[in-house]
Structure formats: structure tokens, C-alpha cells
């Protein structure tokens, strides 16, 4: 058994010696993203297994050992982490627990800190948590993010943002069912293959790699007219986790529409973009700033080239820029506004109502008074300038229940599906009107 390492200041360490004996779980957020992401830390030679549980039992372990005012996305992570070590079949003496630390002003920062405090109440201690992050918070001797690794996962991104936006415009119309999910899976395993022989990690080779993601997911066989699309927005991990959401793409493909969930690469671009605004709003070194510009700029081509081959496809939807999002904003919000999702959520009910998605859920978690002012208290400005627009806010937080926040989504369905037929009559019954017109003027030619 591994020798329990600590540091000055009394944290458990995640060693050498760990790396070869303990197997890492970590949680979910994207499942294609993250299914990417595992693939590459085990190449690393970690033994990585990523949580996909979904049950009530995360929900009450979070509640035991988490505080109770305390955001509900910590809850369910730290509570999905705590369960596994319980229930999931693992030695807790050979299991070590990956989670992000932003860094930021969002409490993610601190989720690590309420882990380290859940395992101790838990009577855990001994089990090593690692932090992943980019920003020097906290290093461990067996684990560390290198800069080819890096480098892949920033690529995963981007492939993983096309799949999802091509998957999403293809599953709620295929033929055979499960075709859509055997493609991801086939993709999602050829790219993490090439990476590891140095493939379709240039610009060049990433824009015949989208153009060839498009083709594949266009060949699938589609059938029935056009349904009626909803985004979804929110707090990133209830935006996109389906523990954290309760399956809300699975709901709403039941309810036979077509779910629109905007990518993770305008939140890492928005990211990047908070550094060098800073510096704008309260001064700072230069040196930080054209670093994060020249970053930020690498990430904004790669979108573009997405786009591009998205726009090419002449089958598939593509979305604006970044810089297309932070225009939208301009006049609601200002950059100062970039706690938890800042200004971007309230971009992305933007642009999807701009782009014709104008049925948008958002999600919003307890806790998470950032994005309920950005998310929630934009709602009626949004409203007010765009008439048309249907956009519900579903709460979610432990005592929430999945009937009562499926009712409200039905209800806001009900009401997209009489706006559509408002639309689909006003063109017949100008059509009639004209007709009748050209009647009368005939009977008195």
C-alpha cells in the first residue's frame, strides 16, 4: 500500500508511487468532452474512471457531508465522489478523487476544500484529492497537467464542441435509433487514437478532420419535417451534466423537439477574455495581457475553422463567434460582469434567439446568485425586447422535483408550439387574403 505523503501545510499528496496503485475518479460535466478527457489522462498512464451514476442517493450523500447553503452543483459532485468511494465497488484505500479548481471568484474554487472537509466528516481522510487547474493553486508529485497534454485537451475541446453541435441536429431525426450515439462513440475514440500518434492536432489537419465529422454525421439517415428547437443555458454544470439537469436533452428529445446547447469553447474563450479585460478595468502587467490575447486568438481561429466547416457542410447549423456573442451583449451588460457565467449566459439567450431558437430553458442552480442575476434576471429585459421570445427558468437544487420542473418546460413547450402555429398561419392566411382579393377585383373586371 502507497506511504500517505503530506506537505507543510498538511494536505495529503497524490504521489508517484499513487499514480501506479490508485485508480482517479472523477466526475462528469460533457460526457463526450469528458469521455475524451479520460481517454487521454489513462494514455498519461493514470487509471481514470469518469462517474456517469445518476440517483437520488448522490443528491443525500451531498446533503450528509456538504453544507446546506452551499451551491447545488458542489452538492452533486462532491456527493457523486462520496457515493462512489461508498458504493461504487472501490478500495477507498486505493482511490484517489480529480476535481477542477478555477480559480476564479465562483465557489468552484473552493469545491476542493469542502471535499477534502465531506471525506473527513466521512471519516476519508486518508483518500488523496487531486486538483485539476491551470492557475498554480495546488501541485501533487504523482499527477501533473503537462504541456502536450494540454495542447490534446484543448483540441478535444473543439472536437468535442462539433460532435455535440452535429449530434444534437441529427439524433432528434434519425431512423434507426442509436445511430447518432455509435457515431460519437466511434469518433470519440479515432481522435484520442490520433492524438496519441501526433495526429489532427494542427490547425490544417483539425479543419479536414471537421469537414470529415460533418460528412459522417450527415450521412446518417434522417427523416420527418423540422421540430421545433430549445436551448439550453445556465450555470455550466447544470447546463450541461445530466445529473445536474435531471437528462434534460433526454427530456426534451422525448417531448420530440430539438434540444440547442451552445459549446464549451466560448466559455474558455470568455475565460481567457476575463484576463485581458481585467487588466482594461483595473490595470495590471502587460506582459499577462498579450499572453492571454495571443491564446485567446489561437482558440477564436480554431472556431472558426469549426464554423467554417460547419458553414460548408450546408446540412448543419453553425454558430456566430465569440466576438459575435460579445457584440450581442453590448448595451445589456458590461465585461466587469464575469462571475459564473457573467455576460456570456445572457449572450447565448442572445444568439440563440437571434439565430431562431427563441424557446430557451435555463438552468439555474441553488446557490449560484451569479447566474441568477445574469440568467434569471435578464429574463424579462430579454422579454421586453424580443416579444416572441419563450424562455423559462427551471430551478434545481435538492428539494426540486423532476415532475415539477418537467411540468414548467411542458408549459413552455405548450406555449412554443402556439407560437409556431401563429407563424405557420399568418403566411396561409395572408395567402387567402390575397386570394380573395384577386377574386373580388376579377368579379368586377
Known amino acids: 500500500m502507497a506511504k500517505l505523503v503530506y506537505d507543510e501545510t498538511g494536505r495529503l499528496l497524490f504521489t508517484k508511487e499513487m499514480k501506479e496503485e490508485y485508480t482517479l475518479l472523477m466526475p462528469q460535466m460533457l460526457p463526450v468532452h469528458f469521455g475524451m478527457m479520460q481517454k487521454l489522462l489513462q494514455n498519461q498512464g493514470y487509471k481514470v474512471d469518469m462517474l456517469t451514476t445518476n440517483h437520488r442517493g448522490i443528491v443525500d450523500e451531498g446533503l450528509k457531508y456538504v453544507h446546506n447553503d452551499t451551491c447545488y452543483p458542489a452538492l452533486l459532485v462532491i456527493g457523486q465522489l462520496i457515493d462512489a468511494v461508498k458504493h461504487g465497488g472501490y478500495d477507498p484505500h486505493k482511490v484517489g478523487l480529480l476535481i477542477t479548481q478555477t480559480g476564479g471568484g465562483c465557489r468552484a474554487s473552493n469545491y476542493i476544500h469542502l471535499l477534502r472537509k465531506a471525506l473527513e466528516k466521512a471519516d476519508m481522510a486518508y483518500i488523496p484529492v487531486v486538483s485539476v487547474n491551470l492557475s498554480g493553486l495546488e501541485k501533487n508529485p504523482g499527477f501533473n497537467l503537462t504541456l502536450p497534454f494540454i495542447r490534446k485537451a484543448v483540441y478535444a475541446m473543439m472536437y468535442g464542441d462539433i460532435i455535440v453541435n452535429v449530434a444534437n441536429q441529427v439524433r432528434p431525426y434519425e431512423v434507426n435509433a442509436g445511430e447518432t450515439d455509435a457515431m460519437i462513440d466511434a469518433w470519440s475514440h ?256
Open 190 to 445: 479515432q481522435l484520442v487514437n490520433g492524438f496519441e500518434q501526433g495526429k489532427g492536432m494542427s490547425r490544417a489537419q483539425m479543419r479536414k478532420i471537421f469537414a470529415q465529422i460533418c460528412d459522417d454525421f450527415a450521412s446518417i439517415p434522417v427523416q420527418g419535417e423540422p421540430k421545433i428547437r430549445v436551448g439550453i443555458v445556465g450555470e455550466i454544470y447544470v447546463k450541461f451534466a445530466p445529473l445536474g439537469n435531471n437528462n434534460l436533452e433526454k427530456f426534451l428529445l422525448s417531448e420530440g423537439v430539438e434540444p440547442v446547447v451552445p459549446g464549451l469553447t466560448d466559455f474558455i474563450i470568455f475565460k481567457i477574455y476575463n484576463r485581458v479585460s481585467d487588466v482594461d478595468l483595473y490595470g495590471g502587467k502587460w506582459i499577462k495581457k498579450a499572453a492571454c490575447k495571443a491564446f485567446m486568438s489561437y482558440i477564436e481561429g480554431c472556431q472558426k475553422d469549426m464554423i467554417q466547416a460547419l458553414e460548408n457542410s450546408h446540412r448543419f447549423r453553425a454558430p456566430g463567434t465569440f466576438q459575435d456573442l460579445h457584440k450581442l451583449v453590448h448595451g445589456y451588460l458590461g465585461d466587469g460582469n464575469k462571475m459564473g457565467e457573467g455576460w456570456l449566459l445572457t449572450a447565448e439567450m442572445l444568439e440563440l434567439i437571434h439565430s431562431g431558437t427563441n424557446n430557451i430553458v435555463c438552468t439555474q442552480p441553488f446557490g449560484c446568485l451569479p447566474n441568477h442575476i445574469v440568467g434569471k434576471g435578464m429574463i424579462r429585459k430579454l422579454k421586453d425586447d424580443y416579444p416572441t421570445s419563450n424562455i423559462v427558468a427551471i430551478d434545481y437544487d435538492p428539494g426540486a422535483t423532476k415532475i415539477n420542473q418537467e411540468n414548467r418546460i411542458k408549459l413552455m413547450l405548450a406555449n412554443a408550439k402556439g407560437l409556431s402555429h401563429q407563424e405557420s398561419a399568418a403566411p396561409r392566411a395572408a395567402a387567402q387574403e390575397g386570394s380573395r382579393t384577386l377574386t373580388h377585383a376579377g368579379a368586377h373586371a
